[in-house]
């Protein structure tokens, strides 16, 4: 039977709190109940003035960046304009139904008066990190790596091509010297500092409306300017740390600065996981040598169809030459700059093999084969891939970091952004991966309120419930 529900209710007055509207089980909450705001505190009184107008209350100013995060809200704007007519919201920020909001430039104003130039977000992100950890609730013996790109707030049709010069790899002074060594060793003369230093130079596409996002080409269809956010989780999902590059950085630079943090803040790790993008001599080098393993997959090689692969081509590490697949030596030449040893074939030889289509299209038919100076790193690292922990390590990926930003993008809106400049991209990075270790946090440890009929007579509850009510009832009269 079809009713209708005639009294219109819009215009009844109750007398009601604000805390008795808010469900027992919101996320705000779990969220209040998880961590005291009041550290920000400390953290901000040294750019506060002691004169002058009061201020808003800088622990409000941070709770809405939380809310905005943690409920994916797009801007502080629209999160202004939820705060005015969500009851949660106005609890978690300790607003009653008349309190005026702020206006939503506020956040803003005060993050380039006084937030700009701090570590404050970043001292936020670890004091989070600090109390899940007092909590028990890191586990950082494994660390999972990986970046995502997050699409910048710029044309992409609107760009400058510049001539910049090349960055510098953070291992570039170690490689010198090694490959100096090496070519000593094989009887070559080391390359002189200006062959090294010299300046080398690419041209890229500079947004004219954000400078410091990078163009990133991923295929015919995407090509964007965007932000790189790079972020290590452990085997829990909670994320330790996160470092914000241009999107045409290469992920392999972030990972040891990346992993270094990580030390800093939680120790040295057992393993690192990552995908393929990381899988270089430096990175092999770097973990196998502080004592890290490497949980790194398997490559595909790129040899084109039809040719020999480099592993048909063996490697005699006592005579340091290759063995082709004829049964030919492929002797060392040279190390050239880039760290790599040079292994050629003879050319006569050559020349009248049966494999010769299959094994180079050089026009005077010598084929060369590279070798890395850490190459050996790269192949221990291949041959741990095989242990049965190093792969329960490596599929935990999928779990962990992986979905971490997948999360982010979906629930958090680190999809795309609307903020420009490094230092406002590396802000968003920080508050979103807080709100995220901050969300997880709470839900784990939430209790919930204990229903009455669990308070027994005679409990330290019923008598911790019952001085509450006496009190109040006092403050009453």
């Known amino acids: ?13 109750e007398m009601v709190a604000l805390d008795q509207l808010v469900p027992q089980d919101h996320l705000v909450r779990k969220m209040e109940a998880a961590l005291d705001f009041s550290f920000i505190y400390d953290l901000v009184k040294d750019v506060y003035s002691e004169v002058g107008r009061p201020s808003i209350d800088p622990v409000i100013l941070i709770k809405l960046t939380f809310i905005q995060y943690t409920f994916g809200i797009r801007s502080m704007r629209q999160t202004i304009a939820e705060v005015e ?11 009653g139904f008349y309190d005026k909001v702020p206006h939503f430039s506020t956040f803003g104003k005060n993050y380039k008066r006084r937030f700009q130039d701090s570590d404050l977000f970043e001292q936020i992100f670890y004091r989070i990190l ?24 710029a044309n992409k049709h609107k760009f400058e091509k510049k001539v910049v010069r090349k960055e510098t790899r953070a291992y570039q002074e170690r490689l010198q010297e090694e490959i100096n060594q090496d070519r000593e060793e094989h009887g070559k003369k080391p390359f002189p500092p200006e062959k090294f230093n010299k300046d080398e130079t690419k041209v890229i596409k500079e947004s004219t409306t954000d400078p410091d996002s990078g163009y990133y080409v991923k295929d015919e269809r995407t090509k964007q300017f965007a932000y790189s956010f790079h972020a290590a989780s452990d085997r829990k999902g909670f994320v330790l740390g996160t470092i914000v ?82 049964g030919e030596i492929l002797k060392y030449t040279t190390t050239n700059k880039e760290g790599y040893r040079e292994y050629k074939s003879p050319k006569l030889i050559c020349a009248s093999c049966p494999f010769l289509a299959q094994c180079t299209e050089s026009k005077d038919h010598q084929k060369v084969v590279t070798r890395h100076i850490w190459q050996e790193y790269v ?33 958090h809106g680190m999809r795309w952004t609307t903020l420009r400049g490094l230092k406002k991209l590396s802000m968003q990075a920080m508050l979103t991966f807080a709100a995220l270790n901050l969300k997880k946090m709470a839900n784990w440890i939430w209790k919930g309120p204990v229903p009455a009929y669990k308070i027994g007579l005679g409990s330290p509850r019923f008598y911790e419930n019952s001085l509450k009510l006496i009190k109040n009832k006092k403050g009453s009269e």
């Open 1 to 13: 039977m079809l009713s209708k529900n005639n009294p219109i209710q819009r215009d009844q007055l």
């Open 130 to 153: 600090k109390v899940a950890a007092e909590k028990k609730l890191i586990s950082a013996e494994h660390v999972f790596i990986d970046s995502t790109h997050v699409k910048a707030s």
């Open 245 to 326: 590059t241009p999107g045409n950085t290469h992920d392999s630079v972030v990972l040891e600065p990346l992993v270094k943090q990580v030390m800093k803040n939680f120790g040295k790790p057992e393993a690192i996981a990552a995908d393929a993008a990381y899988k270089t001599p430096a990175i092999a080098k770097f973990l196998i040598q502080n004592e890290m393993t490497p949980a790194l997959p398997y490559t595909r090689p790129r040899t084109k169809e039809g040719f020999f692969r480099k592993h048909d081509y063996v490697y005699d590490e006592h005579y340091d030459c290759y063995l082709c697949p004829a």
């Open 85 to 95: 007519t969500n009851l949660a919201y106005r609890w978690f920020l300790g607003y």
């Open 379 to 411: 192949e221990e690292a291949d041959h741990l891939r095989h242990k049965q922990k190093v792969k329960e390590i490596y599929t935990k990926r999928k779990e962990t970091i992986e979905r971490v930003f997948a999360d982010a993008k979906e629930k």
